[in-house]
């Protein structure tokens, strides 16, 4: 083990010992190199004369750039754009996000976490947390109605095996009783366990209400209690849309600093949250389980975050960093980015109205959906994936298949003026197939 990763886990040993235990191998294996980036950076710092340092090329004190593309990005200054970013993100987002955070998290107010670490958006926060957290044979416990990325992520590619539980009751509530005797089981076997709470969750479209939310964090706390290790990851990548009754924050507040092991990781971005999906601006940010600060265990953990990072990308796109940068300063972010919020809660809500005329009740029924982008739909008589090809093919309609019986429908880019005739139209597909 090189000794830079035995310093960061003989921190983690001395200030939180079970967090070295979620540790996958290879996460006990990370660390920050003292190399080429740190001696730039310390160049940056020191070198006035001459700074014959990091690999880009320079010239009239900045960075070289091609007038071509500088044309159409005139507005940033090139030494925003064009160099690399640092390993973790600019500091001046990171700190900008943690400020956002905690304004639209009240239960995060007065708890210890880390400064967020940018990433190459969620899945890119998905893949670190697999890397640091998951190793083979390792159990994750998510719902049935899951992003199919997951299984990739944990499955193919840490070798963890995916435990999956109910995700609603018959009475159309969140199943916590089925995601706690998910997570008992996997704490009976195993000792540990990585738990993805998805919310706005996709493919569902549901965000729990306050009291399911509490009751998700009662029972990792009850769990955690029981000496199970638990490595709670909020995937918040639809983070904001919220349209009806449900939880209006992340339950990473809550999870944070709630006990020694429990591990809290938030994973969130401008990706979704700020509609600029082609930007893959993403961020990670841990809390442990100690009511005090405990600076060292985050250091440990945003060294090795880095340390991943620096494996695998080497950093994040600098130019999509700058303009989230300049959007979160921006006077005008709060208004414009709620009237887009606006516009896709009429489209949910058209879309309940129109699901609720009773007009297609002999061909589906759907899932609850209160936020996010999207719904399903589960069919009574004809295969998903048979509706979805036939769709396709005779009425240029494009879905997703989820299994045999659900189909998701993104609401989120259908004209709200364009609901009825949408479901109307699948509505014809299934009498065609019946």
């Not at 009783?177 to 919310?199: C, D, I, P, W, Y």
């Not at 509609?275 to 953990?301: C, S």
């Not at 080497?314 to 700058?322: G, I, L, Y």
Request: charged residues 25%; glycine residues 8%.
């Amino acid at each position: 083990m090189n000794p830079l990763a035995k310093e960061l886990n003989d921190l983690l040993a001395q200030h939180s010992p079970h967090v070295l235990e979620m540790l996958s191998d290879l996460g006990k294996n990370l660390f920050f190199p003292k190399g080429i980036l740190t001696q730039s950076a310390e160049a940056k710092e020191k070198a006035h004369k001459f700074n014959a340092t990091i690999g880009i090329a320079t010239e009239n004190g900045g960075p070289m750039y091609l007038q071509c593309i500088q044309d159409k990005l005139s507005a940033f200054d090139p030494k925003d754009i064009y160099p690399y970013a640092p390993p973790a993100g600019r500091p001046e987002l990171r700190s900008l996000w943690r400020e956002k955070m905690l304004k639209e998290n009240p239960s995060m107010q007065g708890k210890h976490f880390s400064n967020p670490v940018v990433t190459n958006a969620l899945t890119h926060g998905l893949s670190i947390v697999g890397d640091m957290f998951v190793g083979e044979g390792d159990h994750v416990v998510l719902p049935d109605m899951l992003w199919g990325n997951y299984n990739l992520t944990f499955g193919t590619c840490n070798k963890g095996i995916i435990k999956k539980h109910n995700t609603f009751t018959a009475a159309g509530g969140y199943d916590v009783q089925a995601f706690k005797q998910a997570l008992k089981a996997t704490a009976a076997e195993k000792g540990k366990a990585v738990v993805l709470l998805n919310f706005p969750n996709n493919p569902s479209g549901y965000t729990p209400t306050v009291a399911e939310g509490d009751a998700l964090v009662a029972a990792i706390l009850e769990v955690a209690q029981g000496g199970c290790n638990i490595v709670a990851v909020t995937d918040d990548a639809y983070f904001g849309l919220f349209y009806e009754d449900s939880l209006k924050e992340s339950l990473f507040g809550k999870l944070a600093n709630l006990h020694p092991r429990i591990l809290a990781v938030k994973l969130d971005g401008a990706t979704k949250e700020e509609f600029v999906w082609g930007f893959r601006t993403g961020f990670i940010t841990f809390a442990d389980g100690k009511k005090e600060a405990n600076p060292d265990v985050m250091t440990a953990l945003e060294k090795k975050t880095m340390g991943i990072i620096r494996a695998k990308i080497s950093n994040c796109p600098h130019p999509s960093q700058t303009f989230v940068i300049d959007a979160l300063r921006n006077p005008e972010f709060p208004r414009q980015r709620e009237e887009k919020v606006q516009v896709m809660k009429g489209r949910a809500l058209k879309t309940k109205a129109v699901l609720d005329s009773g007009k297609y009740n002999e061909a589906w029924t759907y899932y609850p959906f209160n936020s996010g982008y999207f719904m399903c739909l589960r069919l009574k008589s004809v295969d998903a994936e048979k509706l979805r090809v036939h769709l396709l093919d005779k009425y240029g309609v494009g879905t997703i298949s989820i299994n045999a019986t659900d189909l998701r429908i993104a609401f989120s880019c259908i004209v709200e003026g364009d609901i009825q005739e949408l479901f109307d139209t699948i509505h014809q597909a299934v009498r065609d197939l019946t």
